[in-house]
């Protein structure tokens, strides 16, 4: 008979897998946004399957992402102005630092964040790019002028059209088979706000027609018309009443201004009082509120342990989300990827069972004879071959890592711990087994890592940056605690007050005096020897917070029923308690 403390684990696993459904809530929010939330559940019936007009414009991103984070304020404005234009052209979001949706970002192939992808109407599923376009994420500024550009160059009849006017007969501006009575013609000064007030009323194609010109496009038309530069901006009305066209000029208050707020509310205005319209097509819509950052109240947390659960927590998102999302590993990516797990198997200082599943990691990766590996591979890799003695949980729980939102610290939090760490427990070994240490091997393989395999595209090129000069300061067995030490206070530096800095935990220079007293001289200055010292007792894997007795075993039978797909016990069908 199984004893009841058995049933009461397995209730634990399978309630969290059961829970493992509910996607991170990342960045946005779909009905005060305007944009669309992907996920591994959603993206392919909303980008692929469904017979819609729209194209998307994805951002994919990581919710711990530093850069993502001071992405978001700029796509949430751009969504915001392109809310209209949602017969065209929708904005979408997928937080691929939720390990739900790894499988999804590796099959699109997301290898930084953010990336930027526009996919067109009704795309194949052809991997890697479906048929998308990336967009340069720097460039920002144009990302909507570069959207009217794919609509001008498309014939799509169920779109706008953006191409100027170019007949000198204004019967020509009403399509054959169409019945709008009404038509707007833009004067143009400005190509880009005449695009964008035409994208604005794009739910209303089949109501009324807005066309732009300009006197290099129609010098003729605009002559006849009478138009002189003087009345730039300029609308002019034209009606189609039982096939005879009536037109004026109706450049009402745009005093020369060339807005694309004056130039719709002109043409709203017109539209309300005419005939053979339905007046609340045009009703105004509410101005979404501003967002506004909400401010935690901050929280006084001094973290006195280092927590072995956040290390765990961050190896497994590590190996199993964010490595994977490369297509293919190969080159100098296989050379990091090797060194890096070499340097994991060597150096990290957890419980038996994960150094056990470390060191087997390595020995296959190290077996492989050709110079590069598949994501898929990767994945199934990180997987097998786990039992009570080797294994590394599929768990998601954040201890002192943890922020006060589900999108502060997290993954960044457990790297930065993991590689104090990984430099402390190389200085142990150092002393304890009497061996040298390759001091600038450590700092050069997480170097590597960063680089190829930390996926925050900015904070990748700036830790590239605050570690230029690693060669000229690792002299000594103890100078790469130090120097990774000193890299980190000055990120600390450089981001306090950041949009990205959790409210509750202030970024400050470590350790603080609370935790290290003896640590600052009288003129308030840090103390190198004395961080040294706090550093080798805060960071060794003899102080930390050991995982408890329960997770311990919570662990152990997620590794015998998740991958190698064993029975949990006699009589219990075959479950795949955490699996993916």
Same mark, same amino acid.
């Given at each position: 008979?199984?004893?009841?403390?058995?049933?009461?684990?397995?209730?634990?696993?399978?309630?969290?897998?059961?829970?493992?459904?509910?996607?991170?809530?990342?960045?946005?929010?779909?009905?005060?946004?305007?944009?669309?939330?992907?996920?591994?559940?959603?993206?392919?019936?909303?980008?692929?399957?469904?017979?819609?007009?729209?194209?998307?414009?994805?951002?994919?991103?990581?919710?711990?992402?530093?850069?993502?984070?001071?992405?978001?304020?700029?796509?949430?404005?751009?969504?915001?102005?392109?809310?209209?234009?949602?017969?065209?052209?929708?904005?979408?979001?997928?937080?691929?630092?939720?390990?739900?949706?790894?499988?999804?970002?590796?099959?699109?192939?997301?290898?930084?964040?953010?990336?930027?992808?526009?996919?067109?109407?009704?795309?194949?599923?052809?991997?890697?790019?479906?048929?998308?376009?990336?967009?340069?994420?720097?460039?920002?500024?144009?990302?909507?002028?570069?959207?009217?550009?794919?609509?001008?160059?498309?014939?799509?009849?169920?779109?706008?059209?953006?191409?100027?006017?170019?007949?000198?007969?204004?019967?020509?501006?009403?399509?054959?088979?169409?019945?709008?009575?009404?038509?707007?013609?833009?004067?143009?000064?400005?190509?880009?706000?005449?695009?964008?007030?035409?994208?604005?009323?794009?739910?209303?194609?089949?109501?009324?027609?807005?066309?732009?010109?300009?006197?290099?496009?129609?010098?003729?038309?605009?002559?006849?018309?009478?138009?002189?530069?003087?009345?730039?901006?300029?609308?002019?009305?034209?009606?189609?009443?039982?096939? &005879?066209?009536?037109? =004026?000029? *109706?450049?009402? !208050? %745009?005093?020369? $201004?060339? /807005?694309?707020?004056?130039? +719709?509310?002109?043409?709203?205005?017109?539209?309300?009082?005419?005939?053979?319209?339905?007046?609340?097509?045009?009703?105004?819509?509410?101005?979404?509120?501003?967002?506004?950052?909400?401010?935690?109240?901050?929280?006084?947390?001094?973290?006195?342990?280092?927590?072995?659960?956040?290390?765990?927590?961050?190896?497994?998102?590590?190996?199993?989300?964010?490595?994977?999302?490369?297509?293919?590993?190969?080159?100098?990516?296989?050379?990091?990827?090797?060194?890096?797990?070499?340097?994991?198997?060597?150096?990290?200082?957890? &419980?038996?069972?994960? =150094?056990? *599943?470390?060191? !087997? %990691?390595?020995? $296959?990766? /190290?077996?492989?004879?050709? +110079?590069?590996?598949?994501?898929?591979?990767?994945?199934?890799?990180?997987?097998?071959?786990?039992?009570?003695?080797?294994?590394?949980?599929?768990?998601?729980?954040?201890?002192?890592?943890?922020?006060?939102?589900?999108?502060?610290?997290?993954?960044?939090?457990?790297?930065?711990?993991?590689?104090?760490?990984?430099?402390?427990?190389?200085?142990?070994?150092?002393?304890?087994?009497?061996?040298?240490?390759?001091?600038?091997?450590?700092?050069?393989?997480?170097?590597?890592?960063?680089?190829?395999?930390?996926?925050?595209?900015?904070?990748?090129?700036?830790?590239?940056?605050?570690?230029?000069?690693?060669?000229?300061?690792?002299?000594?067995?103890?100078?790469?605690?130090?120097?990774?030490?000193?890299?980190?206070?000055?990120?600390?530096?450089?981001?306090?007050?950041?949009?990205?800095?959790?409210?509750?935990?202030?970024?400050?220079?470590?350790?603080?005096?609370?935790?290290?007293?003896?640590?600052?001289?009288?003129?308030?200055?840090?103390?190198?020897?004395?961080?040294?010292?706090?550093?080798?007792?805060?960071?060794?894997?003899?102080?930390?917070?050991?995982?408890?007795?329960?997770?311990?075993?919570?662990?152990?039978?997620?590794?015998?029923?998740?991958?190698?797909?064993?029975?949990?016990?006699?009589?219990?069908?075959?479950?795949?308690?955490?699996?993916?």
């Amino acid at each position: 008979m199984m004893s009841i403390q058995f049933f009461i684990l397995l209730f634990i696993v399978l309630t969290y897998r059961l829970d493992a459904k509910n996607f991170h809530p990342g960045l946005y929010k779909a009905d005060k946004h305007h944009i669309t939330i992907l996920n591994d559940d959603n993206y392919r019936k909303i980008l692929f399957e469904e017979a819609g007009k729209s194209m998307y414009f994805v951002e994919f991103y990581a919710h711990w992402c530093g850069t993502c984070k001071r992405y978001a304020p700029i796509w949430i404005k751009l969504a915001d102005e392109a809310k209209s234009w949602k017969n065209v052209v929708k904005f979408a979001a997928m937080n691929c630092g939720d390990s739900l949706n790894s499988p999804a970002c590796t099959d699109l192939e997301i290898h930084m964040y953010p990336t930027i992808r526009l996919f067109p109407v009704r795309p194949q599923f052809n991997p890697p790019l479906h048929g998308a376009t990336d967009f340069d994420t720097e460039k920002k500024s144009i990302f909507l002028s570069q959207i009217l550009d794919e609509v001008e160059k498309s014939n799509k009849t169920f779109w706008p059209n953006l191409k100027p006017f170019k007949s000198q007969n204004l019967n020509d501006i009403f399509p054959i088979g169409k019945r709008q009575k009404y038509a707007f013609l833009i004067i143009e000064n400005d190509a880009l706000i005449a695009k964008k007030t035409i994208m604005d009323f794009s739910d209303f194609l089949d109501t009324f027609i807005i066309r732009r010109t300009n006197w290099n496009e129609n010098a003729d038309l605009l002559k006849n018309l009478k138009i002189d530069n003087s009345s730039l901006p300029g609308l002019v009305v034209i009606e189609n009443i039982n096939d &005879r066209i009536f037109y =004026r000029l *109706y450049n009402k !208050n %745009l005093f020369n $201004k060339d /807005s694309r707020e004056e130039l +719709s509310a002109l043409i709203k205005e017109y539209i309300q009082t005419a005939p053979y319209i339905n007046h609340q097509l045009l009703t105004t819509t509410k101005t979404p509120e501003t967002i506004t950052a909400q401010k935690s109240e901050q929280i006084d947390k001094i973290v006195s342990k280092v927590s072995m659960q956040d290390l765990e927590t961050g190896l497994h998102l590590m190996l199993r989300n964010e490595i994977p999302q490369s297509g293919t590993i190969k080159e100098e990516e296989f050379y990091a990827l090797r060194r890096w797990i070499r340097t994991l198997a060597m150096y990290f200082p957890g &419980r038996k069972e994960v =150094r056990n *599943y470390l060191a !087997n %990691l390595d020995r $296959k990766l /190290s077996s492989i004879k050709s +110079s590069h590996i598949t994501g898929d591979e990767w994945i199934q890799m990180t997987k097998q071959d786990q039992n009570s003695e080797s294994y590394l949980p599929e768990s998601t729980e954040w201890v002192h890592c943890k922020g006060s939102t589900p999108n502060y610290r997290g993954y960044p939090c457990s790297l930065w711990t993991l590689f104090h760490t990984l430099t402390v427990h190389q200085y142990e070994l150092r002393i304890d087994m009497s061996k040298s240490v390759d001091v600038r091997g450590i700092i050069e393989s997480i170097r590597f890592f960063v680089r190829y395999f930390f996926r925050c595209s900015e904070c990748s090129k700036n830790f590239k940056k605050e570690t230029y000069d690693y060669l000229d300061h690792l002299k000594e067995s103890q100078d790469a605690v130090l120097y990774l030490w000193k890299v980190h206070n000055s990120v600390n530096s450089r981001l306090a007050k950041d949009i990205t800095e959790d409210p509750a935990f202030p970024k400050v220079q470590f350790p603080p005096k609370q935790l290290c007293p003896d640590c600052y001289d009288i003129d308030n200055q840090l103390v190198d020897n004395k961080v040294f010292d706090f550093l080798m007792s805060y960071y060794s894997s003899k102080n930390m917070l050991p995982i408890n007795e329960l997770d311990k075993r919570v662990g152990n039978l997620n590794a015998r029923s998740i991958l190698n797909n064993s029975q949990v016990s006699k009589g219990i069908r075959k479950t795949k308690l955490l699996s993916r």
